[in-house]
């Protein structure tokens, strides 16, 4: 099972948004409404932010939202902050009942 | 409040094994499916294995298929994973996350331990 694809960075000004995309294919992104996405600060556990394509879990801010079209789905992070430099993965479910998460994307607030 | 809190990494040769745990509190565990996902060092996250709340629904990457076994103990709390015949490759960051409970169609691992290194290292 191939990793999601993710860009490997991407940057945003504080009070800005920004968009990180996750693209697999019809086995797994395209196929089923299970992905999530993770947030991980260096030496940290992952923090579960999206899931089921577009549902937050609670506590987590409404800046944080998630769509899917296609093969691809998006994270969207809204009026960033400092707090948000992290590292992101986006994961799906598979048709082989396996699970496969992408490269990872490391967000930096400027 | 919701735990997970893992134990059993360590250094280990080529070739060897260990058994990890994940002890599991602040909810009824025995209604939740589990998870082991692991990370080597400066990189991403690699699901490793799936067990079903009941424990008859098993699942693995292919890359620790017929070396690595879960496993758990609702009586105990608990979730285990048997690693053997390790590679150098199986050094990472081992953690338990929790999936949705059975009754719930879902996704998504929503609590995780602190992890567990293992290094496989001669």
């Known amino acids: 099972q191939s990793a999601l694809t993710q860009p490997a960075s991407v940057s945003g000004s504080p009070g800005q948004s920004i968009t990180i995309s996750c693209t697999g294919n019809s086995s797994d992104v395209g196929g089923y409404n299970y992905v999530s996405w993770y947030q991980q600060h260096p030496g940290k556990a992952p923090k579960l932010m999206i899931y089921d394509v577009t549902k937050r879990p609670s506590g987590v801010s409404n800046r944080f939202s998630g769509s899917k079209s296609g093969n691809t789905a998006s994270l969207t992070i809204s009026g960033l902050q400092a707090d948000d430099e992290a590292d992101y993965y986006c994961s799906s479910y598979t048709s082989s009942s396996t699970w496969v998460f992408g490269g990872g994307t490391k967000l930096t607030v400027l | 409040e919701v735990q997970l809190v893992e134990s059993g990494g360590g250094l280990v040769q080529p070739g060897g094994s260990l058994r990890l745990s994940c002890a599991a509190s602040g909810f009824t565990f025995s209604s939740y499916e589990m998870n082991w996902v692991r990370q080597a060092p400066g990189k991403g996250l690699e699901w490793v294995s799936y067990i079903s709340s009941s424990g008859s629904t098993i699942y693995y990457a292919d890359s620790v298929k017929g070396r690595f076994t879960i496993s758990r103990d609702n009586a105990k709390n608990s979730l285990y994973v048997q690693v053997n015949s390790l590679r150098a490759e199986d050094t990472a960051v081992y953690y338990c996350?929790?999936?949705?409970?059975?009754?719930?169609?879902?996704?998504?691992?929503?609590?995780w331990g602190q992890g567990t290194l293992v290094t496989v290292s001669s």
């Open positions: 996350a929790r999936g949705p409970p059975y009754y719930y169609d879902s996704s998504g691992f929503d609590y």
